[in-house]
């Protein structure tokens, strides 16, 4: 495929050029995301984790003492930016085996996760006791089903990152949060199982064309988060919690973590 076919998956802009040596990636000279040249579907990709095995599965399904305490920070300061919901409703693309799951099930949320690794499925819905939708499932939820949503390094899997992000922004509530973390491109080793690479401003135009409000954004990197306040105004301890929740990333390193919103009505 020349670089003249190819268009960008977030801006579709074709104005790209090959990515340093490496031919089998393009940069967006508009948005400058870095993605792959060949893009299969995203039917493809599912067919090709659908056909995996357990043997396959190289994950441990068992959160390090380090990712249980910041999934309990997480969900904590997720029950701050939804006070007022005795049980908010929240889904997680990209579950996995569902560790993060468990635990907002424990801080009272009504949990469903979107999964399409079998052995991983298998293991949150009998291990765990989740419901996991397929994708299928997940773009046939009805609209605004949801208060909540997050995903953690998922969305650089994707082929089509923007169509997953407006999917998410249907089915929240209006006011509704979304958490999204993916590796740092600036810092991330490339990956031949990655489709694009995110930038903080390229995760904020994701999640600004997706139909959400970023609230902040921080790199691992830095350490340092920057916040938007969308021209509204934000009682102090929420501020406090979008901060403290987009540093989520500078406690695992490499990695931007994003808050959104979406809009109310």
Avoid at 4 to 10: E, G, H, S, T, V
Avoid at 13 to 21: C, I, K, L
Avoid at 74 to 90: A, D, E, Q, V
Avoid at 91 to 109: D, P, S, V, Y
Wanted: charged content about 25%.
């Amino acid at each position: 495929m020349s670089t003249k076919q190819f268009q960008c998956p977030l801006c579709d802009s074709r104005d790209v050029r090959p990515f340093a040596a490496r031919t089998e990636l393009i940069e967006c000279l508009s948005c400058r995301l870095v993605s792959v040249k060949e893009r299969p579907s995203e039917a493809e990709i599912i067919q090709i984790y659908r056909a995996a095995s357990e043997l396959d599965d190289n994950i441990n399904p068992f959160p390090s003492i380090r990712e249980a305490s910041e999934n309990k920070l997480l969900c904590k300061w997720l029950r701050t930016l939804l006070k007022g919901k005795p049980k908010p409703r929240l889904i997680e693309f990209g579950c996995g085996h569902g560790a993060f799951l468990e635990e907002a099930q424990n801080w009272g949320f009504d949990c469903i996760g979107v999964e399409i690794y079998p052995p991983r499925v298998r293991y949150a819905v009998e291990q765990r006791k989740l419901k996991v939708l397929s994708y299928e499932e997940f773009v046939a939820q009805a609209p605004e089903s949801f208060d909540a949503a997050v995903s953690f390094q998922a969305f650089e899997h994707l082929s089509d990152p923007l169509g997953v992000m407006c999917n998410l922004a249907r089915l929240l509530v209006p006011g509704g949060v979304a958490i999204l973390q993916v590796p740092d491109k600036d810092v991330f080793v490339y990956d031949s199982g990655h489709m694009s690479y995110f930038g903080t401003e390229q995760i904020s135009l994701l999640a600004k064309k997706g139909g959400f409000e970023v609230l902040a954004v921080n790199a691992g990197r830095t350490g340092r988060s920057t916040l938007s306040r969308c021209g509204i105004i934000l009682p102090l301890c929420v501020v406090s919690c979008l901060d403290r929740i987009a540093l989520f990333a500078g406690m695992r390193g490499g990695a931007i973590t994003l808050v959104a919103r979406k809009p109310l009505k």
